[in-house]
């Protein structure tokens, strides 16, 4: 496979999402690539704190990207994922058209091709420098695979992922060529700002407050209602975007019939409080969101009547 720069996104392109068509130039733009001051930390803070995220291509090597997409797509065939008859480094995505989240079977999320990306050398040097000082990674990845018309939904991490520590980014990494039919992360450019979504929503902690999670399943209305405008680019494999607990996502549908593989890890100071949720304990597992088993999560609509961001 070619590793080039895909060319910028040309204005009046299309982007659909769901029922949705955004044109480029309007309300969506293509993310800023910070490759180029990749090595300046103080550029690299400055540009985190005014645009709420960080886009870095080629921030992990290509072919080490290519070779965790490889190693999750063994994994998919091994479950018979997979389209009989395709290659499996095709991943073309079988009949039942399935989504794999390797998320607690850590055989695949741990396998040393994943964290010879994730947990890279080069990957804790860069958080090093970003927090200054040692950092630390969650024992849970969401290593994802998604399948046609499938996505997640509207969110602020903080809302899953937000005990402990307000020092932490989360890092979602392309493991496969994510191009703008094959489900891309979507950011609400301002969205670190918007100080009535933070103290409302963004405060709160789903499994605390027994909430659905999801914002907003609607992108129209994060355009409309809320006056951001969306951020995607096409993603190569080893691409990531870096971004805090209050920067507002989603993926878009994957219009494809082949899996698009990404990961998103964790990274804060390894002195801070940590968001206990997500480290093995004793029995080896973690605990996770949604571990109040039995406990009903209120509808988002509800809250939102609460708030007055109906
Ligand atoms: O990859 C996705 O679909 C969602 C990613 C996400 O929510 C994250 O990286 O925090
Ligand atoms: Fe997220």
Redesign the pocket.
Known sequence: MTNQTPPPISDGTPFHFGEHEFLFGGQIEELVDSSPIKKDVVALKSRMAEEGYLFIRGFHPHEKAEAAARWTLGAIADRDGLREGTPISDGIIGPENQNFSFFRQIEVAHGQPILDVVDSAETFAFYERMFGGPVLTFDKR?L?C?ARDR??HF?Y?NV??GRGTPNRY???SALTDIGLEN?P?VLCLGSHRQEKLKTTYGATDMDRDLTEAVFSQDPVELVEKFGFKLATAHFQPGDV?L?GMFMM???APNLTDRY?I?I?TRYQPADEEKDERFFFREDGVWMGNFYNKGATYRSMVDFRKEWGLE
């Open positions: 969401w994802r998604m996505n997640n969110h991490d899953y992922v989360t890092m979602w489900g992360l975007v971004f996502h989603s993926s698009r990404s998103d």
